[in-house]
Structure formats: C-alpha cells, structure tokens
C-alpha cells in the first residue's frame, strides 16, 4: 500500500513538473513570437512610409516665389503685358468711333469745324509712363500722319520712352492750358491761328505734342517772355539737364523728324520744344 502511494505522489510531482515546465517553454516561445513580429511592423513602417519632410531648400525657394509674385491690384500694368510683341493688338488705327466723336463734340471737335470726320483717325496705343507702368494712351490725328504717329508710338514703347499721359484733349475740354498744364500728350484740337481764317497744325491734326509740361511753348510777346504752359517756368532754360526734356539727342525728336516732321524746338521766332508737325 505504501509502495503505490510513493508510485502515485512520484507521478504527481512529476506530472507538475512537466505542466510548469511546459508553461514556460509557451510563454517564452509566445514573447519570443511577438518581439520578432513588433520588429517586422517596425521595420516595415520605416521602409513603407514616404518622408514628407520639406528640405531647407525647398523651404527657402517657396519663400523667394512668394516675394517675387507680381502684385494683383487692377492696373493698367498689371493688366497689359508690358512687351510689345504679345502687345501687337494694343496698337491700332481706326475711323473715329461713333462714343469717341460724340465726346468730341463742342470740344476738340468745335461747332465750326470745317475738318470732315472721315479725315480724321482714333489711334490707340500703349506707352510706358513716369511710373515705368504701361498705360493705355489714345490720340486723334488726320488720316495723312495716322501710320507715322502709329509706327513712332510703337519704337517709344519698345524703346521704354516715357510718356506721362497721352489722353484725348476732350478729357480736359479741349482746354490747351488745361491738358499742358496737366503733361498731357495730344493731337487734334481744331481751332483757327489766332487773327487769321487758317487752321493751325493742331486743328488740321496733323501735329503732335509729347510731355507739354517739361517742354513749354516759349515766346517774346511785347517784349515779355510768354510761356505755356504757365507752370513750366522750370523748363525754359534748356541748358539745364533734367528728366523729358526734348532735344536733338532726345529719342521723340529723332523718330519724329526721321519720319519728316518739324520740331518746333528748331523755329527761331518761338520755340515750341513740345511740339511736331507736317
């Protein structure tokens, strides 16, 4: 009896023996499994996931195309490309439109005009004013000079020639002072030389007049200086440098006169540097 008891208790212990070393053998063969798996995804997870890190470089050229994006406010610059090549369009000859003579109207275009509308041409252009921006400018001349204006305006433009205003002179009602006063550029504006029944240049629009203010009309009137406009005594004295003055060397005088016209800069009874004709 003794015997089978000893046989029963060796077999128990064991039987535990091997459950508590089986258990074990599990727990570490389970976390052995499981570090190699926690490996693999780590591993996995580096290899697979793109690097969405932005270099330095990157970094620095954004910042360098935002600084030099072009400003979006509505001017006339930012909406004209400012070359002349993909601005060909921008440069035309036309009858008077129907809008455009209605402005004209008791304005340049006078009561007592006797120049038949059909002998006058709307020119549009582009040049490049003070502020180094394109501006839209439209003048009206006589159909004899319209492809010369045209074909001057376009080399100023290329050339970057700086032209503040080139504005009809109705926008001023035809009021000479007003437009010169102002540095407007303009053409046509009928009117009668003063004391006689010829036209002058200006009514028969077939003279132009570029930056009024820096190049005045001066002339000895009874022994006193007459200048126009009135405000451009600064620019009498042409010795002086400044900025738009028009000489022989300037480039408005060389096309101008390259094209025939008559600079009244050259006249020796006034000087009118301002001014060029047919």
């Known amino acids: 009896m003794?015997?089978?008891?000893?046989?029963?208790?060796?077999?128990?212990?064991?039987?535990?023996i091997v459950t508590l070393v089986g258990r074990e053998f599990i727990k570490n063969h389970k976390k052995e499994h499981n570090d190699k798996i926690s490996m693999n995804v780590s591993e996995n997870t580096c290899e697979d996931i793109p690097d969405t890190s932005i270099s330095d470089t990157?970094?620095?050229?954004?910042?360098?195309?935002?600084?030099?994006?072009?400003?979006?406010?509505?001017s006339e610059a930012d909406i004209l490309d400012p070359t002349y090549e993909?601005?060909?369009?921008?440069f035309y000859i036309s009858e008077i439109p129907d809008d455009i003579f209605e402005k004209m109207q008791g304005k340049s275009y006078k009561a007592d005009c006797t120049l038949p509308r059909e002998n006058l041409r709307y020119i549009h252009v582009l040049h490049v004013g003070f502020d180094n921006q394109v501006h839209e400018g439209e003048l009206v001349v006589n159909?004899?000079?319209?492809?010369?204006?045209?074909?001057?305006?376009?080399?100023?433009?290329?050339?970057?020639y700086q032209i503040e205003k080139v504005r009809l002179v109705?926008?001023?009602?035809?009021d000479d002072e007003?437009?010169?006063?102002?540095n407007n550029s303009s053409?046509?504006?009928?009117?009668?030389?003063?004391?006689?029944?010829?036209?002058?240049?200006?009514?028969?629009?077939m003279a132009v007049d570029i930056n009024t203010l820096y190049n005045p009309?001066?002339?000895?009137?009874?022994?006193?200086?007459?200048i126009e406009p009135a405000n451009a005594a600064d620019y009498v004295d042409r010795s002086r440098d400044f900025s738009h003055k028009i000489d022989h060397d300037d480039l408005c005088y060389k096309l101008f006169t390259e094209h025939g016209f008559e600079w009244g800069g050259d006249w020796t009874h006034s000087k009118d540097y301002q001014h060029f004709e047919k």
Do not use: C
């Open 86 to 90: 993909n601005n060909k369009e921008q």
């Open 2 to 16: 003794k015997r089978h008891t000893n046989i029963i208790i060796t077999a128990v212990a064991s039987l535990l």
């Open 143 to 160: 159909k004899d000079i319209a492809d010369d204006v045209l074909e001057i305006f376009k080399e100023l433009y290329e050339s970057g």
């Open 170 to 174: 109705d926008e001023y009602d035809a």
């Open 217 to 226: 009309y001066v002339k000895t009137v009874n022994g006193e200086l007459s």
């Open 187 to 205: 053409a046509f504006n009928f009117r009668f030389i003063s004391h006689t029944t010829k036209i002058s240049k200006h009514g028969m629009g």
């Open 58 to 74: 990157s970094i620095s050229d954004t910042s360098v195309a935002d600084t030099n994006t072009p400003d979006t406010s509505t």
């Open 178 to 182: 007003a437009s010169m006063s102002d």
